[in-house]
């Protein structure tokens, strides 16, 4: 299994502002996810993160707006720009082990955009 | 395209009693992953199981056991023995594993309600 820990747990931010969320995994991964679940919705994924290369973003998610980065196989970050009460949701990192073929998820990071 | 349906909005079910969540799903990709999800007010996912799409069993851990129908297209999970702390969101959700890696596909979630 892998431990994933997520900074800050929670935020209330100002219109126009941006914040960066980091992701902390407990073993190296191959691959780690970012996901937006707006609130009473499901889970989209924003974009897949890749040790080494760019982040590869899902349709309707730019990286002027979500850039992404991966510097080694434990960490990420995911960074909210000029942010608008829409942007208000919960963002979760993910981490894909391989071996079982498990995804496992961070605890989530709650933005309150004002 | 991949699509996971959950036809289920809310369940209660009271303590100690079992439930089943139901989840269908739609691939033509003939290998597959099906997982399933918890999601407590305080928004963490956890997860719970997995069935992979060429297991002879039904995978169970704990109180938690799939009830895997291949030609129906369904998943569902089965908690034996709820508890009050089993009341959350629960999410299905697939991937394809037959070409590289793939993203996972969500339902929409099924809140649960235990109650004592």
């Known amino acids: 299994s892998a431990v994933i820990s997520q900074k800050p747990s929670r935020d209330i931010c100002q219109r126009g502002t941006s914040l960066t969320i980091q992701c902390q995994v407990d073993?190296?991964?191959?691959?780690m996810f970012w996901y937006r679940q707006q609130p009473g919705q499901s889970l989209t994924l924003i974009a897949t993160?890749?040790?080494?290369?760019?982040?590869?973003?899902e349709s309707g998610f730019v990286i002027d707006k979500f850039p992404i980065s991966r510097p080694n196989l434990t960490f990420s970050t995911l960074t909210v720009s000029n942010m608008s009460p829409e942007d208000s949701s919960i963002y979760l990192c993910?981490?894909?082990?391989?071996?079982?073929?498990?995804?496992?998820f961070g605890p989530g990071t709650r933005l309150t955009v004002l | 395209a991949q699509k996971i349906t959950q036809t289920q909005p809310g369940m209660f079910v009271q303590e100690k009693e079992a439930v089943t969540l139901d989840c269908t799903y739609d691939?033509?990709?003939?290998?597959?992953?099906l997982f399933w999800y918890k999601q407590p007010s305080s928004g963490e996912m956890i997860f719970l199981i997995y069935?992979?799409?060429?297991?002879?069993q039904n995978a169970t851990e704990g109180r938690y056991s799939l009830n895997f129908q291949k030609a129906r297209k369904s998943a569902n999970l089965v908690i034996s023995a709820s508890q009050l702390g089993d009341s959350a969101m629960y999410f299905c959700?697939?991937?394809?594993?037959?070409?590289?890696?793939?993203?996972?596909?969500f339902g929409t979630g099924t809140r649960l309600l235990v109650s004592p």
């Open positions: 993910s981490a894909w082990t391989g071996l079982p073929d498990t995804q496992y």
């Open positions: 073993s190296q991964v191959t691959m």
């Open positions: 993160a890749n040790q080494g290369s760019e982040a590869t973003y």
């Open positions: 691939t033509s990709d003939p290998s597959y992953g």
């Open positions: 069935q992979g799409s060429y297991d002879q």
């Open positions: 959700a697939m991937r394809p594993m037959n070409t590289g890696f793939q993203k996972l596909v």
